[in-house]
């Protein structure tokens, strides 16, 4: 099972994490289903940007972008080639090294 390396992040993973995750999986059910809250508001369905991740290692091995995601990503705080939404973002066979943004678009936090 590929190993995802999460950046320390001071609200959603102060101390960083290493979590493992089947392929197939998106990036951001790998998160939250190992406790690490990142935002989706949009309950992951490619609507928002909220779920926004930079993926340092390993952004290869994932699917490719789609236009409606790569049209969202152009709102997302803190955009670099590396973007990706996690809801998105289809862990393969290789380890991940990711990054949650420090801010993100949403103004207001949704109770997931």
Sequence with gaps: MPTIKVLPHAEYCPEGAQITAPAGTSICEALLDNGIS???????????????????????????????????????????PQSRLSCQAIVAQKDLTVEIPKYSINHAKENH
């Design 38 to 80: 990142i935002e989706h508001a949009c309950d992951m369905s490619c609507a928002c940007t909220t779920c926004h991740v930079i993926v340092r290692e390993g952004l290869a091995s994932l699917n490719e972008a789609e236009e409606e995601e790569e049209d969202l990503l152009d709102r997302a705080w803190g955009l670099t």
